[in-house]
């Protein structure tokens, strides 16, 4: 069973002699229930295929189906509502507001899901910070800030959790420290996981190794031995 399949998935920005293609033309599919690494440089189109598979852009040409739903169809209202249910995002960048604890910062997110204090504490247990809810941002490490937007993503068991390069901030230590968090949701719960990374090392933690360049896809791989990421270096 795929979790997404893309078709003639194409976008571009600017006309003329400004024309940028950021995704040409792909063919994508992506299993569900499975860890799974889109690798390439910056300016590969990543990002932008993360974007479109979250509902975060539209496509210039063709589809993207979420299981067996063409999620291209919807309208702006529908796609906000879509995301909501069934998709958590991980940034780069924490996004959290400062003058919220970090537990007030998950709360703020399940609120508007519909959810508990309670599914906002669970997230916060799972991510290893139940001794932290009540400190704001400004007393959390990197590693601890980037597990309070990890918690604020999973409080709703998403379908798929999208990550774009959720390592990129943090030291080599606190970076293994996330992917740990991140396999072990995947391992452990019920949501795909989808990892954006310009970093071939992380790419071995991975079930399926998806290699993007120039906005094309070149080549889709399984792992059948991926790495803890205790066992990869960069």
């Known amino acids: 069973m795929n979790l997404f399949t893309t078709s003639n998935l194409t976008k571009t920005y600017g006309e003329g002699n400004a024309k940028v293609t950021a995704l040409d033309a792909i063919n994508l599919e992506i299993p569900a229930n ?23 852009d539209t496509p210039t040409v063709g589809e993207i189906a ?14 906000t509502h879509f995301r909501g249910e069934n998709i ?4 780069q960048s924490y996004n959290l507001l400062p003058d919220l604890t970090a537990l007030e ?3 703020f997110s399940t609120e508007l899901a519909g959810l508990t204090r309670s599914d906002a504490l669970n ?7 139940s001794e932290r809810v009540n400190h704001y941002p400004a007393e959390l490490s990197g590693g601890e ?17 999208l990550c774009d390069e959720p390592t ?8 293994i420290m996330v992917l740990e968090v991140l396999k072990k949701i995947h391992s452990e719960g019920s949501s795909s996981v989808v990892l954006i990374t310009h970093n071939r090392e992380i790419a071995k933690i991975a079930d399926v190794i998806i290699t993007m360049r120039s906005g094309k896809v070149q080549s889709v791989s399984e792992n059948s031995m991926p790495l803890s990421p205790s066992e990869v270096t960069w």
């Open 34 to 56: 499975k860890f799974v690494v889109i690798l390439g440089a910056s300016g590969s189109g990543k990002s932008t295929l993360l974007n479109m598979l979250g509902c975060m």
């Open 66 to 79: 979420f299981s067996d739903i063409n999620i291209t169809s919807f309208n702006k209202h529908k796609m």
């Open 88 to 91: 958590g995002f991980v940034f």
């Open 105 to 107: 910062n998950v709360e």
């Open 123 to 129: 997230a916060l247990a799972a991510v290893g910070l």
């Open 145 to 161: 800030q980037q597990r309070v937007s990890i918690a604020r993503a999973i409080a709703k068991n998403p379908k798929v959790l």
């Open 168 to 175: 990129g901030a943090l030291d080599y230590n606190t970076g």
